[in-house]
């Protein structure tokens, strides 16, 4: 997203928490959350409390855990294209982890740092059960999109690199799809350039129930192993294409998405085809469905 333009939500993002209603206040303070404006979110976010019913609950969670942050935090830059938002100084060892991972991520996928992005650290309260996105999440904001590490990753190195690799892959993957990536698509390649372990699938699904499955609550046992299920088969999927050919195909296929000619076009926003099975086709040859039995057997 170029920096002149107004934010856009996060679809996968916006799906999973959801929206608050007719509520215009709620709706402004999305907006100011959407501008990263965190004390003026919360400021409004806890004038209008959680919601009738809790709907607007998630919402809260959110924005109170970044704005925790805010209030208290050291921001320093990293690189020109990225800076850090934490209560803690930032130590050269951990500096170099992020810029290294984002670096290695986006060499893989060919991405040029567009589009900047900030690395936030949320405070150890937000640990918790309450908190849906406890393990790290990315949101499209402006003027730079957001990666909010846990405190507890950013303890341990090792899971710091992996969580800033994985949510960086949505940073690069958001903005050249031009956010028409699916779900399992997202997740597979964030996971593989993290460099998750393979787990076995126990219950494999299609792409429409797939997709469903990250949406899942993750604040109750239930919610949290359906998704995991759901990261274990779209690595899966995202490692056959990578045998299939190489990082270079997943850097097409993710460009894929928004060099189509006119007549693709008028498929995908007129008869409804899916933004993904014209990139499968363009790079791989095949369709959603083959792919998925392919990497299954």
């Not at 959407?34 to 806890?46: G, I």
Request: proline share 6%; glycine share 6%; net charge negative.
């Amino acid at each position: 997203m170029p920096s002149s333009e107004q934010p856009r939500p996060n679809p996968p993002f916006t799906a999973r928490y959801g929206t608050v209603g007719q509520s215009g206040e709620w709706h402004e303070a999305i907006e100011a959350y959407y501008r990263d404006a965190m004390p003026q979110a919360y400021a409004m976010a806890s004038a209008l409390g959680a919601g009738y019913g809790g709907s607007a609950l998630r919402w809260y969670r959110m924005i109170e855990a970044e704005a925790r942050v805010r209030e208290i935090a050291q921001i320093t830059a990293i690189a020109p294209w990225l800076s850090f938002e934490a209560a803690e100084e930032l130590d050269d060892e951990r500096r170099e982890l992020m810029r290294e991972a984002c670096e290695r991520v986006a060499g893989t996928l060919g991405w040029n740092f567009e589009m900047p992005a900030r690395i936030a650290v949320l405070l150890p309260e937000s640990d918790a059960p309450w908190h849906e996105a406890r393990y790290g999440y990315c949101v499209d904001k402006y003027p730079y999109d957001k990666i909010c590490v846990p405190h507890a990753a950013y303890a341990d190195p090792a899971t710091l690199a992996r969580v800033v690799a994985h949510e960086y892959t949505h940073v690069i993957t958001l903005n050249l799809t031009q956010a028409r990536i699916p779900h399992w698509l997202d997740e597979g390649l964030a996971m593989t350039m993290e460099g998750a372990p393979p787990r076995p699938v126990e219950t494999w699904l299609e792409p429409t129930a797939l997709n469903a499955a990250f949406e899942a609550d993750r604040r109750e046992a239930t919610g949290l192993a359906r998704s995991g299920h759901a990261y274990s088969q779209a690595a899966q999927l995202v490692r056959h294409l990578r045998r299939l050919k190489g990082d270079a195909g997943l850097a097409k296929l993710v460009r894929a998405f928004t060099n189509n000619s006119v007549w693709d076009e008028i498929k995908i926003n007129l008869l409804g085809e899916p933004s993904v099975e014209e990139a499968l086709h363009e790079v791989y040859g095949l369709g959603q469905r083959e792919l998925f039995a392919a990497a299954q057997a």
